[in-house]
């Protein structure tokens, strides 16, 4: 709405007694609506300069999960952040992905936008487990600039652009490092949590142990878990409720890469779960994976297809709907799973097919995504959903629940299916350009 349009219909309103509140109300939002409108209409795509002219600021749209944005516009400032793609001479698509060690590997997409269509240049790099949160932040800004510097080298900023160079202290060739490790790398866990009031109290402790060696022809894998979870709820001076659930988890894989779009493994564990009424659970499952994909483009896109199959034992707490204290099942699973992130923004879907080769009618099929899309101007939209279909509750306790365990949780109960989902959307209009940085009262 203009500023004409606007001023015709307050005075077209000028007729009818007004208040002073509806005066004060309308000047409240006349101002800027009329402030909107002007900028708005200032805000258009970039445009090539005249021929021989130097373009204005670069403008970027920075899309990173993983990046500290606070950080780079204090200290890379020979650029334009703006919020929306379509104004933007250049989107920044950032994608990360953990590496072998326990760090992540970096993949720093320029894609040109508008006058740069079609300018495209991709920056790699990888930042160690150990790596703090500085030293990260640090890293990407350095390739960030490294990236952007042959942008803006023709743009109004260039006669302020210089370039460093840190020579080596040393000529000489470096060495070939030899890992003592022999590419493994060990993590050890422990957590403990406390909760508390007058009238009840919780504790949970956890420990968890991983072992793993990536390389490009090898992936192994190895990890155990361990969770005790106790409460107590005082109901009155005479009625005091304690619960307690314990859980551990073994499990390991080993993965074969076979071409760029093949793999075959083993997977491999051992578990036990209070809450599932399982003292042991004992599974090994051979499989093959197959990727549409090259696997060398996991970061920006996969659309895989894994299939295993193999034995599952199980020896439960107590005595089963089914009359059953243990048993051996032969037991196939089916995953198929598709990861894309584009420009337009992110989908993943993961879809999981287990079922018992003894008795066909025991399946479980579960079904996940998730995604965030921008759909215009400052307008996104995101969701995630779930639904499982429960067919396979072999381990469910004879019996019937206590209104206690239910509850509280502490025993499985059956049902035929599950459902979780949350949606929202986010809409963002007014300045593009605000580089301003005030940490002040910000926390």
């Not at 933007?88 to 894609?111: E, M, Y």
């Not at 197959?290 to 199959?309: K, V």
Request: proline share 5%.
């Amino acid at each position: 709405m203009g500023e004409n349009e606007l001023g015709g219909r307050l005075r077209s309103l000028s007729g009818h007694p007004m208040t002073p509140g509806c005066l004060l109300f309308l000047a409240l939002v006349a101002c800027p609506l009329a402030a909107h409108a002007q900028g708005a209409a200032a805000v258009t795509p970039p445009q090539a300069p005249p021929a021989g002219a130097p373009s204005p600021m670069l403008r970027v749209f920075l899309d990173c999960n993983s990046c500290d944005e606070e950080f780079l516009r204090q200290n890379v400032q020979f650029i334009d952040y703006v919020r929306d793609r379509a104004v933007a001479d250049l989107h920044v698509l950032v994608t990360t992905q953990a590496t072998g060690g326990g760090g992540s590997s970096w993949v720093v997409k320029f894609i040109g936008v508008g006058r740069l269509q079609g300018q495209d240049r991709t920056l790699t790099f990888t930042t160690p487990s150990v790596a703090t949160d500085d030293e990260r932040r640090k890293a990407f800004e350095r390739v960030f600039k490294l990236g952007l510097v042959a942008y803006a080298a023709d743009t109004s900023v260039a006669p302020q652009l210089d370039v460093t160079y840190a020579k080596p202290s040393s000529a000489a060739p470096a060495a070939v490092v030899r890992d003592p490790w022999n590419y493994w790398v060990f993590r050890i866990n422990m957590n403990g949590d406390m909760n508390g009031e007058q009238s009840s109290t919780g504790r949970s402790y956890s420990t968890s142990f991983s072992a793993n060696r990536v390389t490009n022809a090898w992936k192994i894998n190895i990890g155990a878990y361990a969770n005790r979870r106790t409460n107590r709820f005082a109901i009155d001076e005479t009625t005091t409720i304690r619960s307690q659930t314990t859980s551990w988890d073994y499990n390991g894989m080993m993965v074969k890469s076979v071409g760029a779009k093949w793999s075959a493994g083993l997977t491999a564990g051992a578990s036990s779960s209070s809450f599932s009424n399982t003292d042991r659970q004992l599974t090994v499952a051979p499989g093959i994976e197959y990727d549409f994909f090259p696997y060398s483009e996991s970061s920006r896109r996969s659309l895989t297809i894994r299939y295993t199959a193999g034995p599952a034992h199980y020896d439960y707490t107590e005595l089963t709907v089914f009359d059953r204290m243990f048993e051996t099942i032969p037991k196939q699973h089916l995953n198929v799973a598709l990861g894309l992130r584009q420009p337009w923004g992110s989908l993943n879907i993961y879809s999981n097919f287990s079922q018992q080769l003894n008795r066909m009618d025991r399946y479980r099929a579960s079904l996940f995504g998730n995604t965030d899309v921008r759909l215009f101007k400052g307008f996104s939209f995101n969701m995630f959903a779930q639904y499982d279909r429960i067919l396979d509750q072999i381990a469910l306790r004879k019996g019937t629940a206590t209104e206690t365990e239910v509850l509280l949780r502490l025993q499985q109960l059956q049902t035929n299916y599950s459902y979780f989902t949350y949606f929202g959307f986010s809409y963002s209009f007014g300045s593009i350009f605000n580089t301003v940085v005030n940490p002040r009262f910000s926390f």
